[in-house]
């Protein structure tokens, strides 16, 4: 306390230099809190991609789930989903008693082309 007293009883004010190293600090914590929020952003956008593509897959798996187990076979070639973008596939390799689905989806983010892939056993009751 004492030396913010004695600083602000001194009546001369503030030199230039002053003011210009705290302008400097203060833009520096700026720039690092607007970083921050940008970084904050690019994260979630990602998150909301894969969350929108780990659902599409659950849904075509729950598709599969519901066919008979005679229909259940591969795609031939990748299905566009409803969302732009969005790309799957499915592969169903065929064990003993089961098949073993795997749906893999596509999807755009951030410029670049992510993958997602879900799989289950489809046993014949």
Do not use: C
């Amino acid at each position: 306390m004492k030396f913010i007293r004695k600083f602000f009883k001194d009546e001369t004010g503030l030199t230039l230099l002053e003011v210009l190293v705290a302008t400097v600090i203060l833009g520096v914590a700026v720039a690092a809190m607007f970083n921050m929020f940008v970084v904050g952003s690019h994260i979630a956008v990602d998150a909301q991609a894969e969350t929108q593509a780990l659902n599409l897959a659950q849904k075509v798996l729950e598709e599969y789930r519901a066919m008979p187990y005679g229909e259940v076979v591969s795609t031939t070639e990748p299905q566009n989903l409803a969302v732009d973008g969005y790309i799957y596939t499915v592969d169903v390799v065929e064990g003993e008693s089961s098949k073993t689905v795997t749906v893999t989806v596509s999807y755009p983010v951030g410029g670049r082309t992510e993958t997602l892939s879900l799989t289950m056993e489809r046993v014949n009751w």
